[in-house]
């Protein structure tokens, strides 16, 4: 790739990449619980998707307690680090929290979180969750990602004999690699799995299901099979130029980032990335942490129809990203790298079937950007061909439909929970469908013994 940034230190790096959010030590950790008022209606509870009992870890934190605390936050979410590290806790707990009604600071329920569940992680699992005996029956789970891991969790606990399939050769799925390292490190992710695998979970990589097994010898080898499979497949714009050197994928992009090795991660001086959601402004914030001199997101709707949140936009002025909105590309241009992109204008239309406004080109606006590298971040979409010959499995809309309340398929055996289902939500969804999918499995093999 032409035109790569100088390379700095290793010091520079580690200092470019450190967490953004410090711990809490363990007498601030004492004093942030006990503003707790513990509200009787808990509107955190409620904001919460795993509906963490949240006033009762914090309370439990206040007084000495945390092993406990950390427990109490188990009982409703398996992925409890990289949630505390990683939720948009300001439009979630910590947004309902009624302090903010008091014009006063919010209790800081993630960093809370995270001290619990830190204490515990370090302080060894074995022997800290009560498992049932064996059933004598098994489950199959394709994707080790965060539905995955909290369906086999929840039902190892029920005494089930678990295997997760997982085709990369480390586990972990968007929490090991999708998530920009100043967030929350790849070491983070493989303690919760290590506290999973604690559990009994049994997990088999580099094997992916439709290549190394078929869906049909899952099906005959386990009493039922939960699908948490994300969505996987990029959803890139074709455009004139797009395989030119120098234009990558978001999501190949961070993979290479959560590898750590930041030296070996080729960064461009000026850096374009296509879209705006909170994986586009990961991909900006690592660019600049990498050293790249100018990140720019464009965005081809408003500023009001960001999909990234307030946090994500606010850390990202902060880091001197630019922003150009009602704007899209049309061609990227260079010899053999990219050197440039041509953009057009865009003006807003009518409200679209997802609630946003259409957006569309205004004829003659077409303007340059000089860039060397460019990255598309437009979000992901749902593989299915795997799941073709699967009898009564159906995907709309590119989502695998399932049963709401028990996250079956109309396929009675199979389960799904997950990206592959919403479409893609945040981590926190994810955790509360594999461990409601698994009461939904467990229910179903239930009444089939009856």
Not at 34 to 47: E, W
Not at 70 to 81: E, G, H, P, V
Not at 185 to 198: F, P, V, W
Request: glycine content about 8%; some cysteine; overall charge negative.
């Amino acid at each position: 790739m032409k035109n790569i940034t100088q390379k700095l230190s290793d010091s520079e790096y580690e200092k470019n990449f450190e967490e953004l959010i410090n711990p809490f030590s363990d007498n601030s950790a004492v004093i942030e619980a006990t503003r707790c008022l513990y509200c009787f209606d808990s509107p955190c509870i409620k904001a919460c998707p795993t509906h963490i009992d949240i006033p009762t870890f914090i309370k439990k934190i206040s007084t000495g307690n945390i092993i406990g605390s950390a427990k109490t936050i188990y009982n409703s979410n398996w992925i409890a680090l990289t949630c505390a590290k990683a939720c948009p806790v300001d439009d979630l707990c910590e947004g309902a929290c009624v302090f903010i009604e008091k014009g006063e600071k919010p209790i800081e329920i993630g960093r809370l979180q995270r001290y619990a569940v830190e204490y515990l992680l370090d302080k060894g699992t074995k022997n800290l969750f009560n498992t049932k005996l064996s059933n004598g029956k098994s489950v199959g789970i394709i994707g080790s990602g965060p539905a995955g891991l909290a369906c086999g969790a929840e039902l190892a606990l029920l005494g089930y004999d678990v295997q997760i399939y997982e085709s990369d050769e480390i586990p972990g799925g968007l929490n090991t690699w999708g998530i920009a390292p100043y967030k929350i490190s790849r070491a983070d992710s493989l303690k919760e799995i290590e506290l999973i695998k604690n559990l009994g979970v049994s997990i088999q990589t580099s094997i992916t299901v439709g290549k190394s097994i078929s869906f049909d010898e899952l099906i005959n080898k386990h009493d039922s099979v939960f699908i948490g499979i994300g969505l996987g497949e990029n959803a890139n714009m074709i455009i004139p130029g797009d395989k030119l050197t120098g234009v990558f994928d978001a999501v190949d992009f961070i993979r290479e980032v959560k590898k750590e090795n930041w030296s070996s991660v080729d960064i461009g001086k000026r850096v374009a990335i296509i879209g705006a959601g909170n994986t586009a402004i990961d991909v900006a914030t690592n660019a600049v942490r990498l050293g790249a001199e100018e990140v720019t997101v464009i965005y081809r709707r408003s500023i009001k129809e960001m999909p990234a949140n307030d946090f994500e936009f606010e850390l990202a002025k902060n880091d001197g990203i630019k922003f150009q909105f009602l704007s899209s590309p049309v061609e990227l241009y260079g010899t053999s790298s990219v050197e440039g992109m041509r953009c057009v204008k865009m003006e807003l239309g009518d409200v679209d079937k997802k609630g946003r406004r259409r957006s569309t080109p205004i004829p003659n606006s077409e303007f340059d950007v000089k860039v060397d590298m460019v990255v598309f971040a437009l979000g992901q979409k749902f593989n299915s061909e795997f799941l073709q010959s699967i009898q009564d499995v159906k995907v709309v809309d590119g989502k695998i439909e399932v049963n709401p309340e028990s996250f079956q398929t109309a396929n009675q055996k199979v389960f799904a929970g997950g990206d592959c289902i919403n479409g893609g939500k945040e981590v926190v969804n994810a955790a509360y469908d594999g461990k409601q999918a698994a009461h939904g499995i467990n229910n179903y093999l239930s009444n089939l013994e009856i």
